[in-house]
């Protein structure tokens, strides 16, 4: 077993960890201003929702031309987040990494917050939302929007259960050891803990259940992504018409996914006073993670650009020149380099991992990853193979219209709900797997 | 130089002016053709239309030729209308500035057929009747017949119960939007002509083609279509039927039908194990 922890552990007791670890789970003050500012800024989005409902997709901006806007492109960049929880807890911990442990738990909440709110952010580009189950009765399994439908509801149920097998003893001690608690919240601990004993037996059981499933959302994962992917990728749109997309995707998604962790650590640490479990060390490492994710990213770019920019088909001509020295260039290229290119040179620095600069550079990408979405969903439509005749002006361009950008903040003011939410109802940090730690460490 | 240009100035708008009349000799005028206007022949030039005219001088009836001093004019129009069907042939075969003179590149009965395609907008029109003078019109038969043994078909012009040789036939096969040619050949002292034919070419499920023959001997013409079973039968298939990626949900492949469903039933079996799994947890130990 690696030896990772760092010599402030060396101080750490069981009921030291149990008292750190526990100390988060209360509704303090500072929490109900945030959750009661993300509950007004969410009213506030609903409200555009309900004005959509009664008036229809035309207060968006999205037209014939460009039928997929920015409810689409948030979408692709929700699933994207979402895969994180997949690569930190699955492939990182099967290989054998130790040190994820803190943040495994924060990645897999993550990964629940953006799966859940995704299936939402897809209904919000529904003309028709009444019709939902019609996708159902009459979908076609032929198409890649039913297997994406599939995908995600899987996704999304491995992730949950990712999250809470490992969650269950500590339920059970939270059960035990917080008093002072609302009822419903007692209630809820008592029936989420499945009547955990503790015993040998019990931590087989779920230790075998969760490697299972740590196998399962590995194919899932990448499917889901993929499956995304294919909603371009199946068509011949120029821009989308391409075999990496998979590929370009998913490395995609991991970028997107670190920086999420890694500003989520931060503000997790400073809030919860955690910096004796998630240290410099694991910004360090995440930090290090990103720049690898990031490498693979911009050689799939280099490949997704270089390639069809050199050969310049004709009918690609427009949408290759119009992204490096066009109409979107500007948006383009900031967010190829300024959004991926300089932030990982800079993550190569040590200075740069420290938690502090870490997260801002982590903040920087994960806004470049949201509109490199837009990069991808939007230019290509205003490339038709027709060409774009008789339709009213404004069918030449898209540009979100404010209910359009409030509904698509009130998505992310759902996900930052649900994340902030789990961090105030449970561990953040698994507790009994430090303790687990500890022991073996006071053995050796 | 300058002068010449100067002079080109004035001339030009003269020289324009005069291009608008253009002068027909008398006896051109009165020219006619010997050819029936018919349903044909109609067809014959709207064909010929399409390939040779219809650049400069648009889709008939819709008055958009291309811009061009003098304009070259929509033939449904007055100003092609009013001339004498002779004015017209004596044009098309002459040309002028920018029109083409055709006569080194169509037949004079292909023109006589584009005139009969414009006189098919004119609801007034008459065709005059042309004098055949002492030429006597033999009256053609035709037969048509298929030999298996060596893929032709074979057409036997008679006059009066007599085989006619010499006489030039043109046979062609009819499709949807035009004909293929099966080619022109002369009969011989029997009367006969053989064509070769493709028993490869598309026909209907018995095999049938529809033949259109033609045979002409100075003025007089004899036309023939008929329906024969030349060519092997065309299987048709629904285009349809079957299982497609594209086709609609009650028609999706059976191979993704059991991969979908299989990759589905097995994840959500785990997943469904576990959880039940997990409901017996208290009583593990």
């Not at chain 1, 993550?347 to 490199?372: D, G, N, Q, T």
Request: charged residues 15%.
């Amino acid at each position: 077993m690696a030896k990772v922890r760092n010599e402030n552990t060396v101080l750490l007791s069981e009921e030291k960890i149990e008292r750190d670890l526990l100390s988060n789970i209360n509704w303090s003050n500072k929490f109900k201003i945030w959750f009661g500012f993300l509950t007004a800024l969410l009213v506030v989005c609903l409200w555009f929702y309900v004005l959509q409902l009664r008036k229809g997709l035309g207060v968006t901006g999205m037209n014939d031309i460009v039928s997929w806007g920015i409810y689409i492109s948030n979408f692709v960049f929700f699933i994207a987040a979402a895969l994180i929880g997949m690569l930190i807890s699955s492939v990182l911990g099967m290989i054998g990494y130790t040190w994820i442990k803190p943040i495994s738990r924060i990645a897999e909440i993550i990964a629940v917050a953006f799966a859940m709110v995704a299936g939402i952010v897809i209904i919000t580009d529904m003309g028709r939302p009444d019709r939902l189950h019609h996708v159902l009765l009459y979908g076609r399994i032929q198409s890649p929007i039913i297997w994406d439908i599939s995908v995600v509801m899987t996704y999304l149920m491995l992730s949950l259960l990712l999250l809470y097998i490992p969650l269950i003893p500590d339920i059970s001690l939270c059960k035990e050891k917080l008093t002072g608690l609302p009822k419903f919240q007692k209630k809820l601990y008592k029936v989420l803990s499945l009547g955990w004993a503790g015993n040998e037996a019990q931590y087989k059981t779920i230790k075998r259940y969760f490697k299972i499933l740590l196998i399962l959302i590995i194919p899932v994962a990448l499917a889901i992504h993929t499956v995304t992917s294919w909603l371009f990728a199946m068509t011949l749109r120029t821009g989308w018409d391409s075999p990496i997309f998979g590929p370009y995707f998913v490395s995609g998604a991991f970028v997107a996914g670190c920086a999420a962790v890694l500003i989520a650590m931060y503000f997790i640490q400073k809030n919860y006073k955690l910096q004796a479990y998630i240290t410099d060390m694991h910004f360090d490492r995440m930090a290090k993670l990103l720049v690898l994710v990031s490498l693979v990213y911009v050689y799939f770019n280099i490949n997704e650009i270089l390639v069809p920019a050199y050969k310049f088909k004709p009918s690609e001509v427009k949408h290759i020149g119009n992204l490096l020295y066009g109409h979107d260039s500007l948006l383009f290229w900031l967010v190829q380099g300024g959004g991926l290119i300089v932030p990982f040179m800079l993550l190569m620095i040590p200075k740069m991992r420290k938690p502090l600069p870490a997260m801002l550079i982590s903040v920087v990408i994960l806004v470049a990853a949201w509109f490199k979405r837009y990069v991808i969903v939007v230019p290509t439509q205003l490339e038709p193979y027709l060409p774009i005749q008789n339709v009213p002006e404004s069918f030449h361009s898209y540009m979100p219209t404010l209910p359009e950008i409030a509904i698509t903040v009130g998505t992310l003011v759902m996900v930052l709900m649900i994340i902030s939410v789990l961090t105030k109802l449970f561990p953040v940090v698994p507790v009994w797997e430090m303790k687990e730690e500890l022991l073996e460490e006071q053995h050796q | 130089m300058k002068n010449f240009v100067l002079l080109l100035l004035f001339v030009l708008p003269l020289f324009v002016a005069a291009q608008d009349n253009w002068q027909v000799p008398t006896a051109e005028q009165e020219k006619l053709s010997p050819y029936v206007f018919d349903n044909d022949m109609v067809k014959d030039g709207e064909v010929l239309y399409e390939n040779f005219c219809i650049s400069c001088h648009g889709t008939v009836t819709k008055n958009n030729p291309i811009v061009f001093v003098p304009s070259p004019g929509d033939p449904a129009s007055e100003k092609f209308q009013s001339q004498p069907d002779g004015s017209i042939f004596y044009k098309i075969s002459n040309g002028r500035g920018g029109m083409p003179s055709f006569a080194p590149t169509l037949e004079e009965e292909e023109i006589w057929s584009l005139i009969g395609y414009f006189r098919n907008f004119n609801r007034e029109y008459v065709q005059p009747e042309f004098d055949y003078g002492d030429e006597v019109l033999s009256e053609l038969a035709m037969v048509l017949s298929y030999d298996p043994n060596v893929d032709k078909l074979v057409v036997k012009v008679t006059s009066n119960g007599e085989p006619k040789s010499g006489i030039q036939v043109g046979a062609a096969v009819k499709g949807l939007f035009g004909k293929f040619i099966l080619g022109n050949v002369g009969t011989n002292e029997k009367g006969l002509a053989w064509f070769d034919v493709d028993r490869n070419m598309p026909g209907d499920e018995e095999g049938n083609l529809t033949v259109q023959v033609r045979a002409q001997e100075g003025y007089s013409i004899k036309k023939a279509e008929e329906k024969m079973q030349l060519v092997n039968p065309t299987e048709r298939t629904n285009l349809i039927a079957g299982r497609h990626l594209w086709s609609k949900a009650i028609k999706a492949p059976i191979w993704l039908i059991v991969v979908f469903n299989l990759v589905i039933s097995c994840i959500w079996g785990i997943i469904i194990y576990i959880i039940i799994g997990l409901f017996r947890l208290k009583k593990v130990s």
